[in-house]
């Protein structure tokens, strides 16, 4: 995270952050659209780029990867 916030490229970055739990993880998750509801948390990442790529950014590749093995992670916890 620090890493994207030190190399974005546009004007606007950020992240939102959501503790997930309580009476959110007391529906199942067909029950509605929310299909994540055994979710510990909810995380977003925006951005803007100047240019246009070809191949995502190095530091968005690595967010995505470390995103990833977090939710396997918390999958095999479960």
Known sequence: MRE???NVE???AGFFFLNLGGSVNRKSPKSTAFFWRKAKFYLEWNS???KKLKLAPRWLRIIVFEFESICRELE???
Request: overall charge negative.
């Open 48 to 50: 803007s780029w100047i």
């Open 4 to 6: 994207f916030l030190e």
């Open 10 to 12: 546009g004007k606007d």
């Open 76 to 78: 095999r916890l479960d």
